[in-house]
């Protein structure tokens, strides 16, 4: 379990993480939360403007709003915590660059819950402008901060069984399409 | 060096990575570079869509071109191989994912190059219309796929010195702005 001192090497890390939906229920200590939010901070950005703001959720009616308007938000009933990462269009280095920031930034928090042994899941915001609205209302984000995806994250109550490979020689190329 | 066997620990590598310009101009092995596209195939994306090619250059002129059209690439000059993240619009979830896709896709190749003892830098293409077109002609895109990104790598010149402090616990909130 997650206390014990994991230690994972860093490319198998990133082969090994899988969006993980089911937890137990029980909570990730707040120093875990922090330092999963301090990895998307070292993710980066255009000209390194880090145009990010986080919103921590362990609140269950907030999770609750959440789970009302995301059709694909039911893991957050037995999640721990979820963490919504804004991009903020005042910070940015140009219009459209904090989806690409804030989405390095969920890689790398995704990756931090993975080394942490906890389980977590990208759930997408951006692109689509009915959720983008509703958790902006939700959270009473400013005009000029948008969410662009929240990581659910918590205790797994299981661990996917196998590991799928993913590899595809036929899309790579070389040095023309 | 990158051959000698590096160990380096998950949320460690994901802290300590940092964009690197500088390279020795040697050559990196192609199965390293094969292991770091293997790494972005490993990225999440929207209902696993996986909306991505890669194509990998290290044809100096086709590099050459490359730094004709976007103003900050001059590392590539030195740099061992570049690789061009694409998105594919008639494989992703629906229009505007795969640039988070392949955002994600990116940040695990950064991660993935720093586990290998290599340097890389991510050279934006997307959000700029200018870049995407210019980069879609010297790679001879079709129209329904499109540059995110540019991964530049090689062996470092140097290290950086020191690890800059990238917290800010301004930037978190709790369950509501």
């Not at 198998?12 to 993480?17: A, D, H, L």
């Not at 928090?109 to 042994?117: D, R, T, Y």
Request: hydrophobic share 40%; charged share 25%.
């Amino acid at each position: 379990m997650y206390k014990n001192g994991f230690h994972m090497e860093l490319y198998e890390g990133i082969i090994s993480r899988r969006s993980i939906r089911n937890y137990t229920g029980e909570k990730v200590d707040e120093e875990i939360i922090t330092s999963i939010i301090k990895a998307g901070m070292y993710a980066p950005s255009a000209r390194n403007r880090r145009p990010w703001h986080f919103v921590v959720i362990d609140d269950r009616s907030i999770m609750k709003k959440i789970m009302d308007v995301h059709p694909y938000s039911s893991m957050l009933a037995e999640a721990s915590h979820a963490i919504v990462v804004c991009g903020d269009k005042e910070l940015e280095n140009g219009p459209g660059y904090y989806k690409l920031d804030c989405s390095a930034a969920s890689q790398n928090m995704l990756l931090a819950a993975h080394s942490k042994g906890l389980g977590a899941v990208w759930l997408g915001v951006e692109p689509r402008e009915e959720r983008i609205k509703a958790v902006s209302n939700i959270l009473g984000l400013p005009s000029h901060v948008a969410p662009v995806s929240i990581i659910s994250i918590g205790i797994p109550a299981k661990y996917p069984s196998s590991l799928p490979e993913r590899f595809d020689e036929k899309r790579i190329r070389r040095n023309k399409w």
